[in-house]
């Protein structure tokens, strides 16, 4: 499966952002999707995640109540909007689908990425 992250520019704290994830080459419901972002000189961390029928999301806790992730599967895409947005939330933001049922944070367990799409926040 081939994903295709878009979305990204550069805004200002508090401002959002809809970042899309468009999968294809197989259908995007055999995957458990994930969001991930990674800064100068850190390790890709893991934002937010959804299960294959999209019943269940988890969310890392510098996110929670701000980010959320959706996925609509018939349209092989899967979303991260971003709400009051925060310097700290600066970075490369990548899709990745894991093909394993069961549900890891962890990026080393995903599968497929795709390239990133960057997101400035400005104080």
């Known amino acids: 499966v081939q994903l295709q992250a878009s979305g990204g520019g550069l805004v200002q704290a508090g401002d959002s952002l809809r970042l899309s994830c468009a999968a294809s080459?197989?259908?995007?419901?055999?995957?458990?999707m994930g969001w991930f972002r990674q800064s100068p000189g850190k390790e890709r961390e893991f934002v937010a995640g959804m299960s294959r029928s999209g019943d269940s999301t988890y969310s890392a806790d510098s996110v929670k109540g701000r980010f959320a992730i959706f996925r609509d599967n018939a349209k092989n895409t899967g979303y991260l909007q971003m709400n009051s947005l925060k310097p700290e939330d600066t970075g490369v933001y990548y899709c990745?689908?894991?093909?394993?049922?069961?549900?890891?944070?962890?990026?080393?367990?995903?599968?497929?990425w795709g390239r990133g799409t960057q997101v400035t926040v400005s104080s």
């Open positions: 080459g197989r259908s995007f419901s055999s995957f458990i």
């Open positions: 990745a689908a894991k093909t394993s049922i069961n549900w890891n944070g962890n990026p080393k367990f995903y599968d497929y």
